[in-house]
């Protein structure tokens, strides 16, 4: 029996549903530098349709796509298992996976698609056979031409045979580098179950063909205040039935095939009724009613997921992804405020690491003092710092315990810097490759993972090629969005172009960040307000840490001086040391999602979501307590003024209890609900977090 979320008050009385015209209100935080206003979460559900970006995927205990084991949603085909298991229900050897999806391009063009997988696969686009290496590998053309704005069904079969596995599937333009088909571009089907209308009577159940996709239209009178329609499900599934397009107030019942009700719908208005209910196999009726006469059409639809269960990661491993620049040699600027400033608010927001640099001897004795405290730093290494492979290793023992990772130098590309007489990029190569050997080669730094050097624009990696990539151990990237969204260009640019140059190696985001210099007017890098930074900060790191991105560092901490350029202006605090709505949003994210460093919990949630989900995000989290972290937020533009969207989670894992945090408001829950088994709410375009307590 599905219950409604409801909120938690004193003392125990057990579970009740809320009134349907109430509504359970986040509370707001007194901080005056927090402007976002209250937000709903209802318990009611009010969607027909279930989709979620990526492809539905399909795994089995063979290699004939016969004994399926799980269905998830995975957001690429980008996989290198090795040797090891998809999933704890599937065989490390021995297993195939079906993808399938709606496909989106951006350009009218040919678009020429590439498979690489150990062992076998075959990829299908709009029903056509573009790629197949299953039992012989076959010469076909694996290009066709895709119009933008279209949907095309994509279909892709892998299946490994033994030893290693992976699967990759990638695709290219002329408009368009070659790149793994993003998350962006993808939407997992959902499937609807309607059928023709039925008789009135319960002695006459029409029986639905839940293959059908025909919408049931019919209608009740006065002679006529009952239909009855019958259904039959072959595994636990997530249905979601409306009714709409009334002239009367109808309901709608759910029952088992017994007769008992199950649920009932029960909203004011003629608009639309709607249930959503979990259902375990066996056989099912709905009925369409009226307690009093009336004459109305009505059109029912219905919309079926089977159970999604999605591998949630490490809370700590996110939060480990959070890092910020500073300039703490900068001693005449408001970074000279290191023991009353830098350090208090360090330690407040949870930042465990900072990027940083310089030939300062006293700036080192500030990242051991910070180390002390958990916060590690990347040592930036750059000649224009007095910074050569010479010194960079006493440098580096200097700053001891504090420092985790090198990095070469900073956008080389952007300026006319030499080294030894060599410009870009011959400068760039000679410097990067002698600091590396520098730092490998003293027995107390060898450990230390050294980062490529950043591009300020990827295209000017170019002609460095690849040869960058043997002198370092992570990638480099410093991906502005130019006051857009995070995501702006980062898909089609960044990432392909950062891979490319670094042979693929795993990326660490050195800068990326927003100013507040509304007034300067001689930067092409748009300025955003203070409260659009405050939403489009949390999102970036979240953004980021989706697409692999290890860890992210924003730019910057601090305000340098109290003046209306963009430069003094990317911080999160005032140059006066007054924090700005940004720190106290990602403040307050940190503090919610925290975890004792190191834990591992990688457990599965089974949930879906419903309602308004365009340009939904989200990203499932777990801490080392068991609980989820469900985080929502929307990929939109954002101005000061709250955009909200109305949006169901489904909880089909059994629940204990649900709490919602608005982080841009507070670090404590805004609403409590016990044994949910859906929360509806307003998801912002900043994040909002979901925690959920299964039961044990």
């Known amino acids: ?37 209250a937000l709903n979460v209802v318990a009611a559900s009010s969607s027909t349709t279930y989709g979620a970006m990526g492809f539905k995927a399909e795994y089995f205990n063979d290699t004939n796509l016969t004994q399926r084991a799980i269905i998830r949603t995975d957001p690429t085909i980008d996989f290198n298992w090795g040797r090891n298991s998809p999933n704890q229900a599937v065989n490390s ?28 696969i075959r990829v299908w686009v709009n029903d056509q056979l573009l790629i197949d290496r299953w039992d012989v590998p076959s010469d076909r053309n694996p290009t066709i031409n895709l119009d933008a704005g279209q949907n095309y069904s994509i279909r892709v079969e892998y299946a490994e045979i033994g030893g290693d596995a992976s699967a990759r599937l990638q695709w290219s333009s002329p408009s368009q580098t070659r790149e793994i088909i993003p998350q962006s571009q993808l939407k997992s089907p959902f499937i609807s179950i309607n059928t023709n209308p039925g008789a009135a009577l319960m002695s006459d159940v029409r029986d639905i063909d839940i293959n059908s996709l ?62 959503a209910a979990v259902l375990s196999a066996g056989t099912y009726m709905l009925q369409v009613f009226s307690n009093q006469p009336v004459n109305t059409q009505y059109v029912m639809t219905s919309a079926i997921a089977d159970t999604i269960r999605e591998r949630a990661r490490p809370a700590d491993t996110f939060i480990d992804s959070i890092g910020i620049n500073t300039h703490l040699r900068y001693t005449g600027l408001t970074y000279g405020r290191f023991d009353d400033l830098v350090v208090p608010r360090l330690k407040e927001m949870g930042i465990r690491h900072i990027r940083d640099g310089g030939n300062d001897p006293n700036l080192y004795p500030k990242l051991r003092r910070l180390a002390e405290n958990g916060i590690k730093t990347t040592l930036i290494m750059d000649p224009r710092d007095g ?35 060599a410009t870009f990029p011959d400068g760039l190569r000679l410097y990067q490759s002698e600091l590396y050997r520098a730092v490998k080669n003293d027995p107390m730094t060898s450990k230390l993972p050294v980062l490529i050097p950043s591009m300020a624009q990827p295209e000017n990696a170019e002609p460095l090629g690849s040869s960058l990539a043997q002198f370092s151990d992570y990638a480099n990237m410093h991906s ?23 042979d693929n190696k795993t990326i660490i985001a050195t800068e990326t960040g927003y100013h507040n210099a509304i007034n300067d007017r001689e930067t092409t890098h748009k300025a955003v307000t203070e409260q659009v930074s405050a939403k489009y900060i949390p999102r970036t790191f979240l953004e980021f840490f989706n697409r692999g991105v290890k860890r992210t560092f924003l730019y910057e901490f601090l305000d340098q001086r109290p003046l209306p350029d963009a430069e003094n202006n990317f911080g999160i605090i005032r140059a006066d040391g007054t924090p700005k709505p940004a720190f106290y949003a990602l403040r307050n994210m940190i503090q919610v999602l925290n975890d004792k460093p190191g834990s591992t919990a990688n457990g599965a949630l089974s949930y879906y979501f419903s309602g308004d989900v365009k340009d939904l995000r989200h990203m499932l989290l777990q801490k080392s307590s068991g609980d989820f972290y469900l985080v929502m937020w929307l990929n939109s533009e954002s101005t000061d003024a709250t955009k909200t969207q109305r949006v169901t989670v489904n909880l089909l894992t059994p629940t204990q209890q649900a709490a919602t945090f608005l982080p841009n408001r507070s670090a404590s829950a805004t609403a409590t609900f016990n044994t949910p088994s859906r929360v509806t709410m307003d998801v912002p375009d900043a994040p909002i977090i979901l925690k959920v307590v299964p039961k044990t």
């Open 214 to 275: 025909t919408p049931i239209n019919d209608s009740l009178s006065s002679e006529n205040l009952s239909d009855f329609y019958r259904f039959t499900l072959t595994q636990s599934t997530a249905i979601n039935v409306t009714i709409g397009s009334l002239a009367a107030n109808v309901d709608l019942k759910l029952l088992n095939e017994r007769g008992d009700i199950i649920s009932t719908s029960a909203n004011d208005g003629t608009m639309m009724e709607s249930i």
């Open 480 to 502: 502005y969005s130019g006051g857009r969204i995070p995501s702006f260009d980062f898909d089609r640019r960044w990432l392909p172009l950062t891979r490319k140059y670094s």
């Open 1 to 37: 029996m599905v219950l409604d979320p409801t909120p938690s008050m004193q003392g125990d009385l057990g579970s009740f549903s809320l009134p349907k015209n109430v509504t359970a209100a986040l509370s707001t935080d007194p901080n005056p530098d927090t402007l976002f206003p």
């Open 387 to 421: 910074v050569t492979p010479d010194n960079a290793v006493s440098l580096i023992k200097a700053g001891m315990p504090g420092i985790e990772m090198v990095e070469g130098p900073n956008e080389w590309d952007a300026g006319n810097m030499n080294y030894k007489g």
């Open 93 to 120: 050897d021995n297993f195939s996976v079906r993808w399938t999806g709606q496909l989106y391009p951006l350009y009218s063009e040919a678009y020429t698609f590439s498979a690489d997988a150990d062992d076998r």
